[in-house]
């Protein structure tokens, strides 16, 4: 049985939880991105910090937005669900705006996911 053991921290967990989320959605695998992202979001425990969550709560307070990363990590709820890109995409900027309020900046990884949802943002603008 390997003996392997790594040193890690709340930063570097939250960073390689959001960046392989980021690798999940590129994937398809919805619901692992979901879960990773909502964990890197929620491993940094840092008080007083406002981030995208937080805002959002306060515009869309009547509003679950923990439907999906519960329902996939809970028995409860029905047996099937159809999530959208869009929960996913939300789910990480989340989980990268949190990091980034707590630590004062992003990964590469998380930059290019950025920009890249603006350039997709802008490309269905332009179209419509």
């Known amino acids: 049985m390997p003996d392997r053991s790594i040193d890690t921290s709340k930063r ?14 590129n ?3 919805f619901e692992c991105a979901i879960t990773l992202a909502h964990a ?8 007083g910090i406002i981030s995208f969550f937080n805002r959002l709560k306060e515009t869309m307070f009547d509003t679950d937005h ?13 047996d099937t669900a ?3 890109e869009l929960e996913v995409v939300a789910m990480i ?15 590469v990884n998380m930059q290019n ?8 943002l802008a490309t269905a603008a332009d179209k419509a």
């Open 40 to 47: 890197g979001e929620n491993v940094v425990g840092k008080p």
């Open 27 to 29: 994937n398809g695998a």
């Open 12 to 25: 570097l967990a939250s960073q390689r939880q959001i960046e392989a989320a980021i690798l999940h959605y």
């Open 93 to 107: 900027q989340r989980g990268i705006s949190k990091f980034s309020t707590a630590y004062g900046g992003v990964t």
């Open 113 to 120: 996911f950025m920009e890249g949802q603006r350039k997709k």
């Open 82 to 84: 159809t999530i959208s």
């Open 66 to 78: 923990n439907l999906f990363a519960n329902w996939l990590k809970h028995p409860t709820g029905p």
